[in-house]
């Protein structure tokens, strides 16, 4: 009896052959984790990160490359030439201050598990197995930019799994933008002539209390929130020039570019109060919502019942669901899914200290191995029989 037999036993055998190749080399993707989660790299600076990915691969026989689609941080791998392309993606940046604080070490580590196992079997199941790394998730939209330049075209299915608090299948981020903002005035002695100044500073301050006032007028799903990068430079002189990063997000692109146009009229009403010049600039084009594949959900949904993960039925506990991914994007070209994978935090929650801790040790390492088996047996399920 091959792997690949249809039967009810075939199909057993083949889940347990996938489970193997992902157990029998669980210590290497684990020292991949850690290694990545050891040296936190932010936005389009991960070049440790993707030659350690693409080595991961290579050294199992993939053609592994980096710098694919134009991008210096990217990786494109491949093994196989069935006519099914079935494509795990890795995210490794890290954020600013946080260091591996969404677990994205778990992410680029769990594609690489599943595509090892998946090569195993690439040619008995007509595949042929991708992996997308894929730089600046958390701000800049890699995604996005490979998608410009080809990446992800003409694929079967596209698939990754994400870490956070609980398990949940379905994955509802936010659309969202990401908007660089600057006001430019005029410095001037803050004592002595504080009359020749035009304040950069105050613009800010009139801006974001509108925005506070225009959060109660504003849908239930949507979110608009950022920080000032620069505020001035001494406090006896007006500040020329503020600057500050913004998002907003919404359930979808259409809802979004309403609420956006009305986060900019606060950010016009700072500049006309204060008189100070007003830039708004896109820091990357909008991530958008994501569209789930029901019969890849499904199967990820019964492997993760298999798995002893079924998802999280308190909606107050799956919240992280809904972070905003230009995963998106590539959801709205192919088939995909993403679905959370939950670990121990003690009651952290993404983009906190505490789960960057909890992104490595022994509740990190089964959720890797769960997520690797999981999309390979998901893989299977949806590519891996006639007329999938």
Not at 29 to 38: N, Q, W, Y
Not at 270 to 291: H, K, M, N, Q, V
Request: charged letters at 20%.
């Amino acid at each position: 009896m091959t792997i690949a037999d249809p039967s009810q036993a075939g199909v057993g055998r083949a889940r347990a052959h996938l489970a193997g190749v992902v157990d029998g080399e669980l210590d290497s993707l684990v020292a991949l984790s850690e290694t990545i989660h050891a040296h936190p790299e932010t936005a389009w600076e991960e070049h440790r990160a993707a030659a350690w990915v693409a080595d991961a691969l290579a050294t199992a026989g993939f053609e592994a490359r980096t710098g694919a689609f134009g991008l210096e941080t990217s990786v494109h791998a491949t093994v196989g030439s069935g006519s099914r392309r079935v494509g795990l993606v890795a995210e490794y940046d890290a954020l600013p201050g946080l260091g591996h604080a969404c677990g994205h070490n778990l992410i680029a580590a769990t594609a690489v598990g599943a595509a090892r196992a998946l090569a195993s079997v690439a040619d008995e199941f007509d595949l042929t197995v991708e992996v997308y790394g894929t730089p600046a998730e958390e701000g800049g939209g890699g995604k996005i930019r490979m998608l410009e330049q080809g990446a992800f075209a003409g694929l079967d299915l596209a698939m990754m799994t994400h870490p956070g608090p609980v398990d949940v299948a379905r994955a509802r981020p936010f659309a969202v933008t990401h908007s660089h903002v600057a006001y430019d005035g005029v410095s001037a002695h803050a004592g002595a002539y504080p009359d020749r100044g035009v304040n950069a500073n105050d613009a800010f301050v009139v801006a974001q209390v509108a925005i506070g006032l225009l959060r109660q007028q504003l849908p239930e799903d949507t979110r608009v929130h950022g920080i000032q990068t620069l505020g001035g430079s001494a406090p006896n002189a007006i500040p020329a020039r503020t600057e500050g990063r913004w998002y907003v997000r919404a359930a979808s692109l259409t809802e979004l570019e309403a609420v956006e146009r009305r986060v900019a009229n606060c950010f016009e009403a700072g500049a006309l109060a204060s008189g100070t010049t007003l830039t708004i600039t896109p820091e990357s084009e909008p991530y958008d919502a994501f569209r789930t594949d029901e019969a890849a959900l499904a199967a990820w949904e019964r492997n993760a019942v298999l798995l002893g993960r079924p998802s999280s039925t308190d909606e107050s506990a799956s919240r992280m669901a809904r972070a905003s991914t230009d995963m998106g994007n590539v959801s709205q070209v192919v088939r995909a899914i993403h679905p959370y994978v939950g670990i121990e935090t003690r009651g952290a929650s993404n983009h906190q200290p505490e789960f960057a801790a909890a992104c490595v040790g022994a509740s990190a390492n089964a959720a890797l191995r769960d997520g690797a088996v999981g999309l390979a047996w998901t893989a299977l399920d949806v590519l891996g029989r006639p007329g999938a």
